[in-house]
């Protein structure tokens, strides 16, 4: 990301509008957006809501991936002012990739493991005060 941030600017931005487009050339009536808590890049707060903006440090080269995604939320809300495509955006709390290793025991990479996996298994989510089993 810091060693090629217009790269990355270029993708996101051009990536959407050109799914924007699609979506509006095949008369579809809306699209999904999916940006992540990047968006809010700093704040000092603990939690977030929807309406909350955070800080981009817009002299940092990292903040070219979560301005790029701000601005894909301005040019989902301009297609709809403009075009009437109207958008979902859901932002993203905990995505993973490639990274989380096979012995993470959070629920999500269970989830993701055992669909790799095929298998249909329970899943435990362990606090101090209770212990849960989902099947």
Not at 33 to 55: N, R
Request: hydrophobic share 35%.
């Amino acid at each position: 990301m810091v060693n090629n941030s217009v790269e990355v600017i270029s993708v996101v931005v051009d990536g959407m509008r050109n799914t924007l487009n699609l979506v509006r050339a095949a008369h579809s009536k809306s699209v999904v957006l999916l940006p992540s808590m990047e968006v809010y890049e700093q704040t000092e707060k603990s939690e977030v809501c929807e309406g909350d903006l955070g800080y981009i440090n817009l002299t940092n080269p990292r903040s070219s991936y979560p301005e790029s995604k701000r601005f894909c939320e301005s040019l989902c809300t301009a297609y709809y002012k403009q075009f009437g495509i109207s958008v979902k955006t859901a932002r993203l709390a905990r995505t993973f990739g490639g990274g989380v290793s096979r012995g993470d025991t959070r629920v999500f990479a269970q989830f993701a493991r055992s669909a790799v996996d095929g298998t249909d298994r329970p899943y435990s989510i362990a606090n101090p005060t209770a212990r849960m089993t989902i099947r």
